[in-house]
């Protein structure tokens, strides 16, 4: 009777089959093919920022206000969110109008090319020293559009921010020319001009930003940042030295990378305290990324980081620890910051609350950082980015 069964079921099930395969005609390549279709990636989205610093004579105020307001232009691309993720953050820097630079390449020199190591940003911001005068602003810009790798992703945003003083065509480049290979790549020139607006305009920095579709700002380059201190000021800075400690360097990099972490957040200390709170702030931000030489952030890249981490790579602390030991010892240190991190956003979302009411009292004229991250603002509005200040 079993038999029966099994043979009237064998039927049965050989029927539907062939039956299901009249209905769909599924050729057996295209059977195939059907399995080995690979689930769509979601594109990683990416917001591109090259910094043009003019490192002229004239123009110490300017490297004083790009070091006081770096922190603040990162946190303001923490806000940004698309498709409710936070985005990639990467920065790139250059100085023209030296000097001391090469006449063959323009006086023109890449300090950074485009990174997300915050923490090289600053150390090269702080080595910026100005020289002399030859500023060649189409010059620059070309080779910020052809220098640099550009993401060629839909949703990205690609800005490029040129500081200077000086006439814009001057050089043998047509910033016409450089700006037009620019916006073919979808990168978006933005020009800041370090003085009156109607001599910028004069001088054909406005020029330069509608050639651009950018935006064309003024500003007193020597003005002094003046910040707007918070009853949450002291609280994060102190916090800011506890997330330090859950920094576990790994790797030929990790000693002198943790240590020059010491020495971003003595950099931003000297400008101010309200300034060394911006940096405490973007440090307990997603963007502020170091898996290449801290261990925590390696393994949240990276959950099998640990068995690829050769022993001689680990840090004194964890030589001659056993596999679950270090875990362990990772997953602690993660647990920790992360209830840093937690803590430092609730204040500084305070704080933010704080230093929008008291800003509204004041009739602030644009310096680089407001001038940066209102454009900043606008374009990914207009790129489908919302804006979250939670």
Same mark, same amino acid.
Do not use: H
């Given at each position: 009777?079993?038999?029966?069964?099994?043979?009237?079921?064998?039927?049965? !099930?050989?029927?539907?089959?062939?039956?299901?395969?009249?209905? $769909?005609?599924? *050729?057996?390549?295209?059977?195939?093919?059907?399995?080995?279709?690979?689930?769509?990636?979601?594109?990683?989205?990416?917001?591109?920022?090259?910094?043009?610093?003019?490192?002229?004579?004239?123009?110490?105020?300017?490297?004083?206000?790009?070091?006081?307001?770096?922190?603040?232009?990162?946190?303001?691309?923490?806000?940004?969110?698309?498709?409710?993720?936070?985005?990639?953050?990467?920065?790139?820097?250059?100085?023209?109008?030296?000097?001391?630079?090469?006449?063959?390449?323009?006086?023109?020199?890449?300090?950074?090319?485009?990174?997300?190591?915050?923490?090289?940003?600053?150390?090269?911001?702080?080595?910026?020293?100005?020289?002399?005068?030859?500023?060649?602003?189409?010059?620059?810009?070309?080779?910020?559009?052809?220098?640099?790798?550009?993401?060629?992703?839909? $949703? $990205?945003?690609?800005?490029?921010?040129?500081?200077?003083?000086?006439?814009?065509?001057?050089?043998?480049?047509?910033?016409?020319?450089?700006?037009? !290979?620019?916006?073919?790549?979808?990168?978006?020139?933005? !020009?800041?001009?370090?003085?009156?607006?109607?001599?910028?305009?004069?001088?054909?920095?406005?020029?330069?930003?509608?050639?651009?579709?950018?935006?064309?700002?003024?500003?007193?380059? $020597?003005?002094?940042?003046?910040?707007?201190?918070?009853?949450?000021?002291?609280?994060?800075?102190?916090?800011?030295?506890?997330?330090?400690? !859950?920094?576990?360097?790994?790797?030929?990099?990790?000693?002198?990378?943790?240590?020059?972490?010491?020495?971003?957040?003595?950099?931003?200390?000297?400008?101010?305290?309200?300034?060394?709170?911006?940096?405490?702030?973007?440090?307990?931000?997603?963007?502020?990324?170091?898996?290449?030489?801290?261990?925590?952030?390696?393994?949240?890249?990276?959950?099998?980081?640990?068995?690829?981490?050769?022993?001689?790579?680990?840090?004194?602390?964890?030589?001659?620890?056993?596999?679950? *030991?270090?875990?362990?010892?990772?997953?602690?240190?993660?647990?920790?910051?992360?209830?840093?991190?937690?803590?430092?956003?609730?204040?500084?979302?305070?704080?933010?609350?704080?230093?929008?009411?008291?800003?509204?009292?004041?009739?602030?004229?644009?310096?680089?950082?407001?001038?940066?991250?209102?454009?900043?603002?606008?374009?990914?509005?207009?790129?489908?980015?919302?804006?979250?200040?939670?």
């Amino acid at each position: 009777m079993k038999k029966v069964i099994f043979t009237f079921g064998l039927i049965f !099930t050989s029927m539907s089959m062939l039956s299901c395969n009249k209905v $769909n005609e599924i *050729e057996p390549n295209q059977l195939i093919a059907k399995l080995d279709k690979k689930p769509i990636v979601e594109e990683n989205t990416k917001i591109q920022v090259a910094l043009l610093l003019d490192t002229s004579n004239s123009m110490d105020g300017l490297i004083e206000q790009a070091k006081s307001r770096l922190w603040n232009i990162v946190n303001t691309l923490t806000t940004l969110k698309y498709s409710g993720k936070t985005p990639t953050i990467e920065i790139a820097l250059y100085e023209y109008g030296n000097d001391g630079l090469s006449a063959e390449k323009n006086y023109i020199r890449q300090v950074t090319a485009l990174t997300t190591d915050l923490d090289l940003i600053s150390e090269k911001l702080f080595s910026l020293r100005t020289n002399g005068g030859s500023e060649y602003c189409g010059a620059v810009i070309s080779d910020a559009t052809k220098e640099l790798k550009w993401d060629d992703g839909k $949703n $990205n945003m690609k800005l490029v921010y040129i500081a200077g003083n000086e006439a814009f065509n001057q050089g043998g480049i047509n910033y016409k020319d450089a700006i037009g !290979t620019a916006l073919k790549n979808n990168i978006y020139v933005n !020009t800041i001009f370090c003085g009156d607006q109607n001599e910028g305009i004069k001088l054909l920095w406005k020029d330069g930003a509608d050639t651009a579709t950018g935006k064309y700002f003024n500003i007193n380059s $020597n003005q002094t940042i003046q910040y707007i201190l918070t009853p949450y000021d002291t609280k994060i800075n102190e916090l800011n030295i506890q997330i330090n400690t !859950t920094y576990v360097g790994y790797g030929v990099k990790g000693e002198t990378k943790k240590m020059n972490q010491m020495v971003q957040d003595k950099n931003a200390e000297s400008i101010s305290a309200a300034n060394s709170t911006e940096r405490a702030v973007s440090k307990s931000s997603a963007i502020y990324r170091n898996d290449d030489w801290d261990l925590i952030d390696r393994v949240k890249e990276d959950k099998d980081a640990l068995s690829k981490i050769k022993a001689e790579e680990l840090p004194s602390e964890l030589k001659g620890k056993s596999a679950e *030991e270090i875990k362990k010892f990772v997953a602690e240190k993660t647990k920790e910051r992360e209830t840093i991190q937690k803590e430092i956003a609730e204040l500084a979302k305070k704080r933010q609350d704080f230093i929008d009411a008291e800003a509204k009292k004041q009739n602030k004229q644009d310096d680089l950082g407001n001038a940066i991250s209102t454009s900043i603002i606008e374009l990914a509005k207009s790129k489908n980015y919302t804006v979250d200040k939670k």
